[in-house]
């Protein structure tokens, strides 16, 4: 084994139809210095046996079974386990394109992150490809260029954990929230870049995503979800404060704060407040919503499009008792 050997942490619940699809991408690598640690969260389907299967063939690849704890909890297991100098993330459902392991771990040098690029498939037909700009590597004093040529509208490439190496040592305690299942990845990928001192971007693309329609996600409005948004928002906002403190002038991140934090989520909050009455959206919850858009400087009433004015212009007022009024009497129709 190389001094890049690389630990590939796969967390697995209920996959069978696509499990054997991603392991097979990984054992046809012709980089061949890693490990496989597969991490079985519980499923109830055929995926543990498949596990133990490739596990029993190859022992480059370990299974470990655990009771159901959600996809934070395994990943957190499988890095508890990890024992290579890099850390790479792969979801049962996605795939390695080929050779995709040799080309970029050909280009790393002590890194504490290193980004590639990805393929997204819709229904199995290759679609959106997402790279950095380039091959080149940042130190601590240029990490405000990566960001700055980086940072792109969804924010694609910075945060989502796919494609991605980390430095083992340099995640120090940073692990997953296990508790939510939705936009755990997004905080620790944000969280790493917020203290990492040195990343290199590989243009050629590594993995492929599987996008697909009964994945999670779908559900924005239940109780359930608004209970997971409470739990992330004030994480996710602390974490893009966090980057912005260390790139003060850089717009792009400042961007992400008025596209994701304000037009997506806050005004998804507006919305679910204007359309029916739960006990998670109060008075008091909507004042901090208030406060949470008051720090984007360059909010106007159009800046989301006619659909959002209305919660814009209530906002605009400034009188949170007020708007809890309409909001009320709105969600009776």
């Given at each position: 084994m190389n001094k890049n050997r690389l630990s590939i942490i796969i967390p697995v619940y209920n996959a069978e139809s696509y499990l054997a699809r991603c392991l097979d991408s990984i054992f046809e690598q012709s980089f061949t210095s890693y490990e496989v640690i597969l991490v079985d969260d519980g499923s109830t389907d055929s995926s543990p046996l498949i596990c133990d299967r490739y596990s029993s063939t190859d022992p480059r690849f370990r299974t470990v079974h655990k009771k159901n704890g959600g996809v934070g909890s395994a990943r957190n297991a499988g890095m508890n386990l990890a024992k290579g100098e890099y850390v790479m993330f792969v979801d049962a459902d996605d795939a390695l394109l080929p050779d995709a392991l040799e080309s970029v771990m050909e280009q790393v040098t002590g890194e504490d992150l290193v980004v590639g690029g990805y393929t997204a498939f819709f229904g199995g037909i290759p679609g959106r490809e997402v790279h950095p700009s380039g091959d080149r590597t940042y130190g601590s004093g240029s990490i405000d260029s990566f960001f700055q040529t980086n940072v792109r509208r969804g924010n694609d490439l910075i945060e989502v954990p796919w494609a991605k190496l980390f430095r083992r040592k340099a995640l120090g305690d940073l692990c997953f929230r296990e508790d939510l299942n939705y936009g755990e990845d997004r905080l620790f990928v944000l969280n790493f870049l917020a203290s990492c001192t040195s990343l290199r971007t590989c243009s050629v693309a590594v993995y492929a995503y599987h996008n697909r329609p009964d994945s999670?996600?779908?559900?924005?409005?239940?109780?359930?979800?608004?209970?997971?948004?409470?739990?992330?928002?004030?994480?996710?906002?602390?974490?893009l404060q966090s980057l912005i403190?260390?790139?003060?002038?850089?717009?792009?991140?400042?961007?992400?704060?008025?596209?994701?934090?304000?037009?997506?989520?806050?005004?998804?909050?507006?919305?679910?407040?204007?359309?029916?009455?739960?006990?998670?959206?109060?008075?008091?919850?909507?004042?901090?919503?208030y406060d949470v858009m008051s720090q984007d400087k360059s909010l106007g009433i159009m800046s989301f499009g006619l659909k959002n004015i209305f919660n814009i212009l209530l906002y605009r007022m400034g009188n949170i008792r007020f708007s809890i009024r309409m909001y009320k009497i709105i969600s009776l129709f």
């Open positions: 999670l996600g779908g559900d924005i409005v239940s109780d359930c979800h608004l209970m997971q948004m409470r739990r992330f928002l004030p994480s996710y906002i602390d974490a403190e260390r790139c003060p002038a850089n717009a792009k991140l400042a961007s992400i704060y008025h596209r994701e934090v304000v037009g997506k989520y806050c005004c998804r909050l507006l919305k679910v407040f204007s359309s029916r009455r739960t006990s998670l959206l109060d008075k008091a919850y909507l004042g901090w919503v």
